[in-house]
């Protein structure tokens, strides 16, 4: 399966989920990097997402995978920042 694909449906299951939906896709984007999806990739398609999310208006969602978007580029607390 394609990389950017797995990442949205992973991001829409993660959202489904009943607690911490953020902390789902965190398990998520670590498992694609070790996969070997580029790290710049992987944070402009989350973006690309959140965006459409936006479009959709989904703002609850939107909001989720704002917050998840925050472990790849490092404005967490420092023991969630996916390094």
């Not at 953020?22 to 990739?41: A, H, P, S, T, V």
Request: glycine share 6%; aromatic share 8%.
């Amino acid at each position: 399966m394609d990389l950017k694909k797995k990442l949205i449906e992973g991001i829409e299951i993660s959202l489904k989920a009943e607690k911490n939906p953020d902390l789902e896709m965190r398990k998520l984007f670590i498992e694609l990097l070790k996969e070997g999806y580029n790290r710049k990739q992987l944070d402009d398609d989350v973006t690309e997402y959140m965006l459409f999310l936006r479009k959709e208006g989904r703002e609850r969602d939107e909001d989720w995978v704002l917050e998840a978007g925050t472990y790849l580029d490092g404005y967490c607390a420092p023991h969630m920042r996916i390094d």
